[in-house]
């Protein structure tokens, strides 16, 4: 059987680090993983991800250029800043902008308009210890009123088609890096002094 990647009902429903940057929402989207490991084994891999840096752990032919996610932490790519770009391809200028940082908790990210006013939608990776040396990898996507499906989709398809992409991206990649953290160990200790990101 499949690892589940649903978010329990009180995780759904209760508010995540992230949902104060929009107040007003179209849909919101919340998944997540349990995984064998302490949060400062998981956010390394989090703090690397990227098109053309440690990749998104999902389906890389889509979003990688065909090339392979990391399959090890990446010293070099352990600091990460509110305002870096996360490119959703490779060489690409643009991609997710980092919204808010809390090392080993929580990495917001989001989609700026060119206007520079509030995101588009955010997306939210947030770490919780459940127990002694367990992580709960909580995920949670949320788009703004207004907001405009990709690749020019209809308006209709954010509460039909979208979710559906969504939960086939994300499925692959949450349990794409549980596997990686939990086959790694101590991810963290591969890392340099300064690898728990945050600002400079």
Sequence with gaps: MGR??????????????????????????????????????????LVQMGAGRAGWYSYDFIDNGGQPSAERVIPELQRI??????????GATEGFTVLHVEP??????????????????TWAFVLEEIEGGITRLIVRARARSGYRPPFGLPTWTIRTLVPWGHFLMLRKQLVG????????????????????????
């Design 81 to 90: 800043d509110e305002g870096a770009i996360m490119p959703w391809l490779p």
């Design 104 to 121: 080993q908790r929580c990495l917001i990210m989001g989609v700026l308009p060119s206007d520079g006013r509030e995101p588009t939608m």
């Design 177 to 200: 890096i549980a596997r990686r953290v939990e086959a790694s160990g101590s991810a963290s200790s591969a890392a340099s002094p300064d690898a728990r990101g945050g600002h400079r």
């Design 4 to 45: 589940s990647v649903h978010a329990r009902r009180d995780e759904r429903a209760r508010s995540l680090p992230g949902d104060d940057i929009l107040p007003s929402v179209l849909g919101s989207l919340t998944h997540a993983i349990t995984i064998r490991r302490p949060p400062r084994d998981v956010w390394p891999w």
